[in-house]
């Protein structure tokens, strides 16, 4: 075994730990900006979009894709009906389920991870490196990932426009 494939097997735990760490820092109390929800929302709509214009010719990686869509969207909604809204003289905030959330981003963290080392172990083989739309599963993942934060963003966006609307707001 090579000291660099010693070393890719040390720092990965590190890596993951590190990404779990941050996530766990974003999935508490948050205040309601309306800027990070557009950009949210046009994100992760577009982190779909791209994936499904190259997939018009693999019909089974974009049936992944929507799959992982339609998942994503089932379970935000479900994330939203335990997300806690408040409406304080401070302003807007709101606390998502951080389990939930936690674990739908390291799926798809999990899933780069192990592109990345596929594509170390192909080094020096006659392997051609996989693409990121090449594998089914990794369009569920994107697709679940995607469209869960999407839909958080877009329930936030309406939430905040309801809001508007209640205190006369234009």
Same mark, same amino acid.
């Given at each position: 075994?090579?000291?660099?494939?010693? &070393?890719? @097997? &040390?720092?990965?735990?590190?890596?993951?730990?590190?990404?779990?760490?941050?996530?766990?820092?974003?999935?508490?109390?948050?205040? !309601?900006?309306?800027?990070?929800?557009?950009?949210?929302?046009?994100?992760?709509?577009?982190?779909?979009?791209? =994936? %499904? !214009?190259?997939?018009?010719?693999?019909?089974?990686?974009? %049936?992944?894709?929507?799959?992982? %869509? @339609?998942?994503?969207?089932?379970?935000?909604?479900?994330?939203?009906?335990? *997300?806690?809204?408040?409406?304080? =003289?401070? /302003?807007?905030?709101?606390? #998502? #389920?951080?389990?939930?959330?936690?674990?739908? &981003?390291?799926?798809?963290?999990?899933?780069? @991870?192990?592109? /990345?080392?596929? @594509?170390?172990?192909?080094? /020096?083989?006659?392997? =051609?490196?996989?693409?990121? *739309?090449?594998? #089914?599963?990794?369009?569920?993942?994107?697709? +679940?990932?995607?469209?869960?934060?999407?839909?958080?963003? &877009?329930?936030?966006?309406?939430?905040?426009?309801?809001?508007?609307?209640?205190?006369?707001? +234009?």
């Amino acid at each position: 075994m090579s000291l660099t494939t010693l &070393a890719l @097997i &040390a720092l990965v735990p590190l890596l993951v730990w590190r990404i779990y760490s941050r996530l766990k820092q974003q999935m508490t109390r948050q205040r !309601s900006i309306m800027s990070r929800h557009y950009t949210g929302l046009f994100v992760f709509v577009v982190m779909l979009l791209i =994936p %499904a !214009s190259e997939l018009g010719d693999r019909p089974f990686q974009l %049936a992944a894709l929507a799959g992982g %869509a @339609i998942a994503g969207i089932a379970l935000g909604t479900y994330g939203l009906r335990r *997300t806690r809204f408040e409406d304080t =003289p401070e /302003g807007y905030f709101f606390t #998502p #389920p951080s389990r939930m959330g936690i674990l739908v &981003a390291m799926l798809l963290v999990a899933r780069v @991870i192990y592109l /990345g080392i596929e @594509i170390y172990m192909n080094q /020096g083989s006659n392997k =051609p490196n996989p693409r990121f *739309t090449d594998s #089914p599963v990794t369009m569920l993942c994107l697709g +679940i990932t995607a469209a869960y934060f999407a839909t958080f963003s &877009a329930s936030f966006m309406r939430w905040r426009q309801r809001k508007r609307k209640e205190i006369g707001e +234009i």
